[in-house]
């Protein structure tokens, strides 16, 4: 049965929720009121409609996790292409406007125009001069020494830079291939930020940062993602199930890629066909045509290095012209001493 209060019960509630937010005094029934309720916010929310989320928080968490694979994949082609160890993390994952990506970058810098055919558009990567100058020395068989100020590119250094683009956009293509078929084409790359026509200046892009080093020489490869361009991808790898698939596939291309890499790493192998002991005096009057007796026993048999690692022993000949060693026994790997 309902109950009817009076006009000074409800002025009683009434006062007892307006001072709820502080400790009320005991009433005379000796109850007390020591805690108010959580406050529920009846004001407007802000909202930047000029940098909205693009991603949720699992798609950021994905394409981070993506990423990190796609970064350890691509350190390891590079250190294989280079023959010097490249280490490369993942940095921030954010997201801002093409026009606000473009105020980022340096001029002149190292920006890669890729073609994605199967989304409809196109992407950009950005190779910071420092890095990519470090890159080219390295390749033209010097220390990796990054090279002092800023410059454009030269032709020759151009065309070297080509290559690790496309070794790029190789690798980025076989980290999306469990997600989805992406083929990354590369076009070109711009010296003016500006002169790269991949997306409207308004659109939002996702930016995700890599940081590379090499040789104590570090800096950063910016993968410029826009959303109109990557929606349908970006969402194939929020559905559900595709964070277990994402890593397995991801474990099983950085498995896949390793194998390639070291089949086709160029190694040297040298063969130590013996000593001999001269004087300088006979030294400095060798001439072509002189014969060297080697020590008989290392007559008997050669030993091989495989990157100055002694791993063979056999006998030096002459096969098809060539000079040759016929592999007579192999010597098993040293175990590392421990520390």
């Given at each position: 049965m309902a109950e009817t209060v009076d006009h000074a019960q409800v002025e009683e509630v009434l006062d007892t929720i307006e001072d709820s937010d502080a400790a009320a005094e005991p009433a005379s029934g000796g109850m007390s009121f020591t805690a108010a309720a959580p406050a529920i916010p009846t004001g407007p929310t802000s909202y930047d409609f000029g940098h909205p989320d693009l991603l949720s928080r699992e798609q950021a968490r994905s394409m981070r996790t993506l990423h990190q694979g796609f970064a350890q994949a691509l350190a390891k082609r590079l250190?294989?292409?280079l023959l010097s160890t490249v280490t490369a993390t993942i940095g921030a994952v954010d997201h801002l406007t093409y026009a606000e990506f473009q105020m980022l970058l340096p001029t002149p810098t190292v920006l890669g125009v890729v073609d994605v055919p199967v989304l409809g558009g196109r992407i950009a990567v950005d190779l910071n001069p420092r890095i990519a100058f470090s890159f080219v020395d390295r390749i033209l068989g010097g220390p990796g020494a990054p090279l002092?100020?800023?410059r454009a590119l030269t032709a020759i250094e151009l065309g070297l830079t080509n290559r690790i683009m496309q070794r790029t956009c190789e690798e980025l293509g076989r980290m999306w291939k469990p997600i989805q078929e992406i083929e990354f084409s590369f076009l070109s790359i711009e010296a003016n930020p500006e002169l790269a026509r991949v997306v409207n200046p308004?659109?939002?892009?996702?930016?995700i940062t890599l940081e590379l080093e090499m040789n104590e020489t570090k800096g950063q490869m910016n993968l410029c993602l826009p959303y109109v361009v990557m929606e349908p991808a970006?969402?194939?790898l929020a559905q559900k199930n595709a964070a277990p698939a994402l890593g397995e596939g991801e474990a099983r291309h950085v498995e896949d890629a390793l194998q390639d890499s070291l089949r086709r790493a160029p190694v040297t192998v040298d063969v130590d066909l013996g000593s001999v002991m001269i004087s300088l005096r006979e030294l400095l009057a060798l001439q072509e045509g002189d014969v060297l007796?080697?020590?008989p026993a290392a007559a008997k048999g050669a030993l091989a290095s495989i990157q100055g690692v002694p791993r063979m022993s056999g006998v030096p000949g002459i096969s098809r012209n060539r000079r040759a060693l016929r592999v007579e026994s192999v010597h098993p790997p040293k175990p590392e001493s421990g520390s």
């Open positions: 250190s294989t292409d002092e100020g800023n308004d659109e939002m892009v996702v930016l970006i969402h194939r007796r080697i020590t």
